[in-house]
């Protein structure tokens, strides 16, 4: 079994930054693919960044390329999220997910999912 487990969100004013983590535990992180999705209040889940098993091909939602940055560390076992010139708009619950796939972007390809880090963007 895949534990996940979320940190880092908070409230930050529009224009600024955000870097959120994702812990998980076992030894075989490196083995998943990794995936953050979002919802916000009244919302679906929507995916946001995906990142492959060693990390090197990463994929953006639209609404965030050129702002957010997905990376990991296989050796923490630790996936990160970060976001750069944060609007309002992208106030929601953040969820870190793994996946047995090389990359996804919807939420059924995802087996495992964290409790989620809430993000507050003020304007």
């Known amino acids: 079994q895949v534990q996940l487990v979320e940190s880092g969100g908070g409230l930050v004013q529009a224009g600024g930054s955000l870097r959120l983590s994702c812990a998980a535990s076992?030894?075989?992180?490196?083995?998943?693919?990794m995936g953050w999705f979002r919802q916000a209040p009244g919302k679906e889940r929507m995916f946001v960044a995906g990142?492959?098993?060693?990390?090197?091909?990463?994929t953006y939602a639209d609404s965030v390329k050129g702002r957010f940055t997905i990376s990991r560390d296989n050796a923490e076992n630790t996936v990160y999220l970060l976001m750069n010139s944060l609007k309002p708009e992208d106030t929601a619950v953040y969820y870190c997910a793994a996946t047995s796939r090389l990359i996804a972007t919807i939420n059924a390809a995802y087996g495992y999912w964290g409790q989620g880090t809430q993000v507050t963007v003020s304007s």
């Open positions: 076992g030894r075989t992180f490196s083995n998943y693919a």
């Open positions: 990142i492959t098993r060693s990390g090197s091909t990463t």
